[in-house]
């Protein structure tokens, strides 16, 4: 766009058109110093001004300049000038693009599936395992550009809070996890009317098995070389899907591998001193607090505490001893921002701040 300042990151966002794509632009649109450059989907879209190509689903207007900006073809070649490139792309279309653009020199910032369990690629959610954005130089030196990824929206609400424990009292023995997930999480036009009104639905395909394998990568190390699972961090989940727009809840149970148990009380203020990495190196988009905690006994609640701290807070509340294991509590993300567009964006100011773009 002309008036993009000369400091400013150009950046191109592929998928621009589905769930995450729009929460992207939105979150861009009003960024300090990132800028909406180029906008890529499918051929079913490209030639045509974003506000002809697009659905648009939030309740926010998106900025009269982007809606403008022409839909290309999600070809390396039409993102030239670009320093960032954002992807929301469907994980069907994302492995080969994705990989086109790391190899055409690009910084790729990816919410898809595809390459988060690749062992030289991080998976990073900024408010849990910052440091692994390091491990991009390897990939660099190998393709010429690298791909961070971000991970599945209920691994990102339940590893913050986890992250938290992990720091405060040592190795976490077992988890349970039982997810109430909201329906933009099926991107567009994703689960018909008829399943979900009135009902809910207890499966939703690959998703245990991701919070499961994503949850030891994301709360392990980067050795210099590679990434090696955080010790324990046995994960058992269900997931839900209910008909909620925004917003994913889980239902969380911990057990601590140390014999001297916590307290209630000494977890809630672990929960609430938890200062990750992005906040300490004043990332934009870092919350002033990563994890809320409420005291209220029924919260928090999708339709409440989704926007907190913008939607870069994962909330907490129902904190209190569990029968089985040693604690429970419930967690809140926000699917499409801390879940996803909000994490890859807070991704790329860490890269610009190790001075990797
Ligand atoms: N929704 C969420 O809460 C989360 C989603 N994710 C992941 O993020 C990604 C995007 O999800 P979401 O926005 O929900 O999905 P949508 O289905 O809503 O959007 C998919 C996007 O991919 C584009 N696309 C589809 N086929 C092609 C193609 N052949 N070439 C180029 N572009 C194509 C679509 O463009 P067009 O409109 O032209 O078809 C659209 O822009 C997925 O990989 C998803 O798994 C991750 C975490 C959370
Ligand atoms: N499957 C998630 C969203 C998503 O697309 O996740 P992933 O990128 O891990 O496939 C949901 O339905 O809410």
């Known amino acids: 766009m002309s008036e993009i ?7 191109g966002v592929l998928g621009c058109t589905g769930m995450v ?7 861009l649109s009003r960024h300090p110093s990132f800028k909406v450059f180029k906008i890529g989907a499918s051929s ?56 086109s ?57 339940l590893v913050l809070p986890l992250k938290a424990l ?39 395909d690959g998703e245990e098995e991701k919070i499961e394998t994503e949850t030891r990568k994301i709360l392990g190390t980067f050795d210099g070389v590679q990434f090696l699972d955080a010790p324990g961090t046995n994960v058992s ?15 969380i149970s911990v057990s601590f591998e140390t014999k001297s148990k916590p307290s209630i009380a000494e977890i809630s203020r672990a929960f609430e001193k938890y200062v990750p990495l992005p906040c300490e190196m004043e990332c934009y988009s870092a919350p002033s607090s990563s994890i809320r905690v409420l005291e209220g006994v029924d919260r928090p609640q999708p339709r409440l505490d989704r926007y907190a701290e913008n939607g870069f807070a994962v909330t907490v509340g129902r904190v209190r001893k569990d029968t089985v294991f040693d604690v429970r509590f419930v967690a809140l993300v926000h699917n499409t921002i801390l879940g996803a567009a909000g994490s890859s964006i807070l991704n790329a100011e860490i890269a610009e701040r190790k001075g990797l773009l």
């Open 5 to 11: 300042k000369e400091q400013a990151k150009k950046c």
């Open 21 to 27: 794509g729009q929460r992207f632009l939105t979150l």
């Open 44 to 99: 079913r879209s490209a030639g045509k001004p974003y506000e002809k190509a697009c659905k648009w689903k939030l309740s926010e207007a998106l900025d009269a300049n982007i809606s403008k900006l022409v839909v290309s073809e999600c070809k390396p070649e039409n993102f030239q000038g670009c320093d960032i490139i954002f992807s929301g792309l469907d994980s069907d279309v994302a492995g080969e693009i994705e990989s």
């Open 101 to 157: 653009f790391r190899s055409a020199g690009f910084a790729v910032f990816s919410n898809a599936k595809n390459y988060r369990m690749d062992p030289s690629v991080p998976l990073v959610v900024p408010l849990v395992n910052a440091d692994h954005i390091d491990s991009v130089a390897n990939q660099k030196a190998r393709y010429g550009g690298y791909i961070v990824t971000n991970a599945n929206c209920s691994t990102t609400g």
């Open 166 to 204: 992990m720091d405060a009292f040592g190795v976490l023995k077992s988890i349970s996890v039982v997810t109430l997930q909201a329906i933009s999480g099926a991107g567009y036009p994703g689960v018909p009317s008829l399943d979900i009104i009135d009902n809910v639905v207890p499966f939703i």
């Open 237 to 251: 989940a269900h997931c839900n899907r209910v008909p909620v727009l925004d917003g994913h809840l889980s239902c």
